[in-house]
Structures are given as structure tokens and as C-alpha cells.
């Protein structure tokens, strides 16, 4: 493990203090100073601070003349950091590697009198903040992180670094981070290739079965060869009910794509069923199973209000791990409910930190799509979902994790 520590040199950002040379106590004999520009002087008289001077030329006749004085010179310019580092960080998913990972820091210094006085090695105490900020996401990051160059790390660790007012700590502000390389080692790249491997193999596996799937009629003896964990779920739930759905085609084939081939783990039956609109009408409050009614037209139901599918929205959503949700009846003007409704929804992240959506369902949902804001750390993100987009009545359960994907 190493890193470019070393090579810091505070003397980047402050000058050692010079004494200044008054003159002589005689008018018009005093000597002047200058503070050029991108600069500011941090002055001490008699080795107490006296002032800062901003970029300008000083008469030194202001000062006594029975004090030292000194001044201590501070570039306040935006300049970057580099922080370079090999084998110093390691990923943890799929398996631990090793990177190597180069940033750079983007900073200034905002209070000249700090950096000058208080900091000892201003700017060698950022760059052990850096690496303490780094080291507690990168060990949370995957492989996923050194395919897209590190954009994740660079924006969780600027969060980190702001977080811990370093304005107040060192006088410095970090403006930007910026990932300028990152790379697995050796061995690390080649367990890489492994697992990107299996991963294709598994992708096309379920590519080949969804068409397949795509192109075949879904019956009841279909599901027994093909599928027959689902098919003892949908029996359990739905009992002889079941059999007679699906040989009258009314499960949608695709429903069964939402997994790979041979993966592990329970599924939703109501969800498979509901693809069509049906689950929800088979399944009632108590999840009691019942035969949709039919009108004297011969006609399904009209699809449920927006008050039962809210409530719902509210029950799908708590069953997200770690998940919060709050949900307010809209009114009009005049405080009278409008037949919409707000929700909240709290995600924590993986990496830590929280994911916040806020949805607006009017009187027309699910006919008409949510409006969604999405905020990640307390930052509003642009966020354009493509179930919003290509809206066709999906639960707002989709969108939550649809952010939760791609927000981590």
C-alpha cells in the first residue's frame, strides 16, 4: 500500500513569515508593502495578528515601531490536490480487490488567517481528510464503481469532505473531486473477467428463455416442467382457481421473465397474476382468494378507487427493506380533498446515506402516471424514470426500486 503523502508541500498554498522592514520613523521615510493579486498577507504585530490585507500596496508607518512585524503570505487561488494511491483501497463486491485510485481535489483557501496561524500543515491535513473520506465508500463500492470510472466515489466523497465543515477545521473549501484513475490490480482484474463472465452467461441465459417464453402458449403443464416453484406458489395462493386462469391465457408469459433461470428465493404470485390487472382482484384486504364478480353485461368491475390502490401503494412499499413511507390526502384551495394523495418514500442507501421520493398521484391514478421528484443525501437529483415515461399502471413499488437501482 502506498501513497503520494509525501510529496505534499504546504508551502503550495503559505509562505513562511517574513519580517518587514518599517523604515524610519520619519514622515514620509516609512517603507510600503505590497500583497499582489490571488494573494492575501496575514500580518502579526509584536506576534499577535494584527489584520489581513487584501491585494494592494501599505504604508508600514501604520504599525509601531517598537514591534516586530511579520508577514505570513497565503495564496488564496483555486488549485487541486493530487491524491495518488496503489493497492491503498479495496472493493468489496463480488470479491475484495485491491485498486488503484488517483483523485483530484479541487479546493481554495477561504480564511488566510486559519491556514496562516492556527494549521500547522494546512494543506497535508486535507489530504489525510481525503483519504479518510475515500476509505469508508470505497469499501462499500463494486466492481460496477470501476466501470464508470469512479463518478460514485468522486460525488460521495466530495459530500464526505463538505461534511466536515473544513472551512471551520482548516480554512480551506473543496470545490470539486474528481476520479482520474482507478484500476484494478493484477489479480484483481482477472477475478473481474470471471465474474463479468458469469454474469453474461446468466443474461443470456435468461435472454434465450424470455424468448422462448415470448413465443409459446403458457399452460398449466407448462408451468409444472418449466416453472413448478411458481406453479406450487400460485396453487397455494389461488387453489384450482389458478389452473383455470392460466390455461384461459390469462397470465401474461413475460411476468414469468422477471428472473433468471434456476435464481433462488419466493416470488409474488398476486404479482404474476396482477400483470394482467387480475391480482389485485383475486386477492382482497385479508389476501383471502375470491372470483372476480361479473356486472349483468358479462363485463369485469371498474378497477378500484384511488383511496384502495394508495393504500395499496403504502403496503408494497413498507415491504422495501429499511423503507419509510408517509402519505397526506391532497386538498384544494379551500381545504376541501382533492382525490390525490403525496407520498414519501425513505430508502436507505448501500453505501450509506438516504434516497427520498416524493410522489404526487392525482384523482386520475393509476390511469394517469405520479409526478416524482427524487433526493439523494438531501440533494435534489434529476432522476428520469422510464416507468414514468412509458407509464401503463405500474405499482409506485417499480419506481422505488427502479431509483434504489440506480441511486444504490
Request: proline share 5%; with cysteine; net charge negative.
Amino acid at each position: 500500500m502506498s501513497h503520494n503523502r509525501s510529496l505534499v508541500n504546504d508551502y503550495d498554498i503559505v509562505r513562511p513569515a517574513q519580517f518587514l522592514d518599517k523604515g524610519l520613523p520619519i514622515l514620509g521615510l516609512a517603507s510600503h508593502y505590497t500583497v499582489e493579486e490571488g494573494w492575501r498577507a496575514v500580518i502579526t504585530e509584536g506576534g499577535r495578528w494584527r489584520e489581513t490585507l487584501d491585494p494592494g500596496t501599505y504604508s508600514l508607518d501604520r504599525y509601531s515601531m517598537w514591534h516586530d512585524v511579520k508577514a505570513t503570505l497565503v495564496d488564496v487561488r483555486s488549485q487541486s490536490l493530487l491524491v495518488s494511491t496503489a493497492r491503498e483501497f479495496a472493493i468489496a463486491q463480488p470479491v475484495a480487490i485491491k485498486i488503484n485510485l488517483d483523485l483530484s481535489v479541487d479546493y481554495r483557501v477561504v480564511d488566510p488567517r486559519r491556514v496562516a496561524l492556527e494549521v500547522k500543515t494546512p494543506l497535508t491535513n486535507l489530504f489525510d481528510r481525503v483519504l479518510e473520506a475515500v476509505r469508508s465508500i470505497v469499501s462499500y463500492a463494486t466492481y460496477d464503481e470501476i466501470q464508470k470510472n469512479g463518478e460514485g466515489i468522486a460525488a460521495a466523497t466530495l459530500q464526505r469532505l463538505q461534511a466536515m465543515q473544513l472551512p471551520k477545521v482548516l480554512g480551506i473549501e473543496v470545490l470539486g473531486v474528481h476520479v482520474t484513475r482507478i484500476e484494478a490490480t493484477d489479480a484483481g482484474a482477472d477475478a473481474l473477467a470471471q465474474q463479468q463472465m458469469r454474469e453474461y452467461g446468466t443474461l443470456r441465459d435468461w435472454q434465450l428463455d424470455a424468448m422462448m417464453t415470448q413465443q409459446s402458449q403458457v399452460s398449466w403443464e407448462w408451468l409444472l416442467r418449466h416453472r413448478p416453484e411458481i406453479a406450487q406458489q400460485l396453487l397455494a395462493t389461488h387453489g384450482e382457481l389458478a389452473k383455470e386462469l392460466i390455461n384461459r391465457g390469462m397470465l401474461d408469459p413475460s411476468a414469468l421473465l422477471s428472473r433468471p433461470v434456476g435464481s433462488s428465493g419466493q416470488v409474488d404470485p398476486a404479482g404474476l397474476l396482477g400483470a394482467l390487472g387480475i391480482g389485485s382482484m383475486l386477492l382482497g384486504a385479508s389476501g383471502s382468494t375470491h372470483r372476480p364478480a361479473l356486472s349483468a353485461g358479462g363485463q369485469s368491475p371498474p378497477a378500484a378507487d384511488i383511496h384502495t390502490r394508495v393504500r395499496e401503494e403504502i403496503a408494497l412499499l413498507e415491504k422495501l427493506p429499511g423503507a419509510r413511507v408517509e402519505a397526506r390526502a391532497g386538498t384544494d384551495r379551500h381545504g376541501v380533498p382533492d382525490g390525490s394523495y403525496d407520498l414519501r418514500v425513505t430508502l436507505p442507501r448501500t453505501s450509506g446515506g438516504q434516497i427520498t421520493l416524493y410522489l404526487t398521484c392525482l384523482a386520475r391514478y393509476p390511469q394517469a402516471p405520479p409526478a416524482l421528484s427524487v433526493e439523494v443525501d438531501g440533494q435534489e437529483l434529476p432522476f428520469d424514470s422510464a416507468i414514468v415515461r412509458a407509464w401503463s399502471g405500474q405499482y409506485l413499488v417499480e419506481i422505488a426500486r427502479e431509483v434504489k437501482q440506480r441511486c444504490g
